[in-house]
């Protein structure tokens, strides 16, 4: 909540500058979703909430209303950048964009995934921005510069498949 109304200068931006971009939303609360479409509607930025998976893309912004199938549009994007991470929330798990082979960008807040984010950055595999004014420029560049992007989604899903702790020892610590 209040994320989308400090993105949508970067969103109207994105959307001008890049030719066929689509924005794909996904609200941590899915009651949240006609607020979302109000918002971009009023601010005549073309978007519909979608239900089904097969749905077609004809707007800019597409908020997604439904559970359990995130990696279904993680696997129709390059890019993402994951909210809850602008205000002190702290962010969403990165491994789930990774694994699809995403370009991974988030806000300073991080907190719930802290350990996960500093390998990731010790590895160049996602970005962390600590201002808005340039979440738009990484994202135009991963958005038009294929080398970087390519590279990008690379260290990502190298990540992702990185083992993060021991199944055994964490049994067995369980155990104990």
């Not at 990008?152 to 199944?167: D, L, N, P």
Request: glycine share 4%; hydrophobic share 40%; aromatic share 8%.
């Amino acid at each position: 909540e209040n994320e989308e109304e400090q993105l949508l200068p970067i969103i109207k931006n994105l959307l001008l500058q890049i030719k066929n971009l689509k924005i794909i939303v996904a609200p941590r609360h899915i009651e949240r979703s006609d607020l979302i479409l109000n918002l971009f509607n009023k601010n005549n930025i073309t978007s519909k909430i979608i239900k089904e998976n097969n749905e077609t893309f004809n707007e800019d912004v597409f908020i997604i209303n439904t559970f359990g199938n995130l990696h279904y549009y993680f696997d129709l994007s390059d890019v993402v950048f994951l909210g809850g991470s602008i205000i002190k929330k702290g962010g969403h798990n990165p491994i789930e964009p990774a694994i699809n082979n995403c370009a991974i960008l988030s806000g300073p807040y991080v907190f719930n995934w802290q350990n996960i984010y500093e390998d990731m950055l010790e590895n160049k595999a996602c970005l962390i921005i600590d201002q808005l004014s340039s979440l738009e420029k990484n994202i135009y560049d991963l958005l038009t510069d294929d080398n970087l992007l390519i590279i990008m989604k690379k260290r990502s899903i190298e990540m992702a498949q990185k083992k993060f702790f021991e199944s055994e020892k964490l049994m067995n610590s369980m155990n104990k």
